[in-house]
């Protein structure tokens, strides 16, 4: 309740994921069935513990709404301790490794989305709630709606402009959505897709450089 289509979305996913594996109903399942799925998952894709811990939050808020509402009186969570992880402080993209970034760029939605997410600051989910009609070409504005449900306007410059007119050119559907999958019917963009096209572009531009 609250959350973002996205936020949703997300949470969806990993507890299907989590239900599909483990294979028991969830008042069945026990503190050691998630330890063993979470370093199963993790040998499997790769993830860093950052990620893993997000998938153990996301569990554990499950649980505690299943004892909240009645539907089951434990949580196997609560003896999962937390996952360590170090916190990286972030840094600012240089005017450099934007040009980088640029280069790696392989259509022009790749280079749309990335332009965009520099020229407005916008998060990605904002991005992909993004619609055609939030964008005032005249003056150059988009209209941003994200987190928290709060409503601002972010400012497109002349390379943003230039690279959304490029990529809607490439466009044969009619969705509203300003950033779409690749794939018929061309549903809207999530967040783990718009993630794993910069993550790609990222690692290019890091063998380039």
């Known amino acids: 309740e609250g959350f973002s289509e996205g936020t949703l979305y997300n949470y969806t996913r990993c507890l299907k ?6 294979q028991k109903a969830p008042e069945e399942v026990t503190p050691n069935d998630v330890r063993l799925y979470l370093y199963q998952y993790k040998q499997a894709r790769q993830i860093s513990d950052r990620s893993l811990d997000k998938i153990r ?5 499950f649980y505690s ?3 909240a509402e009645g539907y089951t009186e434990r949580n196997p969570l609560l003896t999962v301790n937390r996952i360590k992880f170090e916190k990286k402080p972030r ?7 934007l040009e980088y970034l640029r280069m790696a760029c392989k259509t022009t939605k ?16 904002e991005l992909v709630n993004l619609k055609k009609n939030d ?10 709606f994200g987190k928290g449900k709060k409503h601002r306007t972010g400012y497109l410059n002349a ?6 007119k490029e990529y809607l050119k490439t466009r044969d559907d009619d969705k509203e959505w300003l950033f779409v999958s690749d794939r018929r019917p061309h549903n809207q963009m999530h967040n783990c897709g ?10 290019r531009a890091g063998k380039s450089n």
């Not at 939050?57 to 808020?61: A, D, I, N, R």
């Not at 840094?91 to 490794?97: H, I, K, L, N, V």
């Not at 005032?136 to 988009?142: H, P, S």
Request: aromatic fraction near 8%.
């Open 65 to 67: 709404w299943m004892v």
């Open 194 to 203: 718009v993630h794993k096209i910069i993550r790609e572009i990222a690692e």
């Open 135 to 144: 964008i005032d070409w005249k003056e150059g504005t988009i209209h941003l």
């Open 91 to 97: 840094t600012a993209c240089s005017q450099m490794d």
């Open 17 to 22: 994921n989590f239900f599909l594996t483990v």
């Open 159 to 164: 390379k943003a402009e230039i690279a959304l």
């Open 110 to 125: 790749q280079k749309a989305i990335i332009e965009v997410l520099y020229s407005t600051g916008c998060r990605v989910g």
């Open 57 to 61: 939050v996301t569990l554990s808020g």
